[in-house]
């Protein structure tokens, strides 16, 4: 199965469940931005609650590729590290996994460049079974989903339900949604916040984080 996807930063737990369950990623960091994704944020937990942290870019017009995106160096860098070491620094896996987090954040470039290496971050952690590859990286640099299909191999698009309708429209007969439920786990802080990203999971769980993830995948289902 092959997954589709631009790139998050410091994904969601949806997303980084395809990097489970798929054989291919390609991470279409030639599709536009779009300020709805989680293209340049993710959501961590704090004692007072869930906090967004943004990557902050230079703003163009409609439909500009995350290639073109251009990071604001505004000293992002240090306040999200601030910020995780208050949220997570006494959290079991803090010292192993903020070390590394640090090195994706020097990466340097566009916003896919950051984006991508976040992905992958998250990849090495859970020990992805994927191959990951970007489409800029493609022949001819593809920007839409059937042009990426028609220079990736593999035979099924796994996709999530929030894009499935859509994506079934260009990649029919082969089109799967992933079926994956958030369970309640550890965290880091008091009570339960779901919808947090993969930092969060990663704190808490370790390289325990993949098993944790697999409990809430279910299948996927063929669209019809």
């Known amino acids: ?32 931005f779009s300020r709805q994704g989680g293209h340049n944020r993710t959501r961590i937990g704090t004692g007072q ?3 967004w942290l943004t ?49 994706v954040l020097e990466t340097r470039g566009s916003l896919a460049d950051v984006a991508a290496a976040s992905v992958r971050f998250a990849a090495r952690w859970l020990r992805s079974p994927a191959e990951i ?30 894009s499935a309708e859509r994506d079934a429209e260009v990649a029919r007969p082969a089109v799967a949604v992933l079926r994956f439920t958030e369970r309640e786990r550890r965290q880091s802080h008091d009570g339960w916040s779901p919808g947090l990203g993969v930092l969060d999971l990663l704190m808490a769980h370790g390289p325990a984080a993949a098993d944790v993830l697999r409990a809430g995948i279910d299948g996927a289902d063929p669209v019809e």
Do not use: C, K, N
Request: negative net charge; aromatic residues 8%; proline residues 9%.
């Open 1 to 32: 199965m092959i997954a589709v996807r631009p790139p998050e930063f410091a994904p969601r737990l949806e997303y980084a469940a395809l990097l489970l369950a798929a054989d291919r990623f390609v991470l279409a960091d030639t599709f536009a």
């Open 49 to 51: 609650g869930p906090q």
């Open 55 to 103: 990557v902050p870019r230079r703003h163009g017009g409609v439909g500009v590729p995350m290639t073109a995106v251009e990071v604001v160096d505004d000293g992002w860098r240090r306040r999200h590290l601030a910020a995780l070491r208050a949220a997570y620094g006494r959290a079991a896996f803090y010292e192993h996994v903020a070390p590394e987090w640090a090195a």
């Open 133 to 162: 590859v970007r489409a800029s990286d493609l022949p001819g640099a593809p920007d839409t989903l059937a042009a990426v299909l028609a220079q990736a191999e593999g035979d099924t698009l796994l996709t999530l339900p929030e």
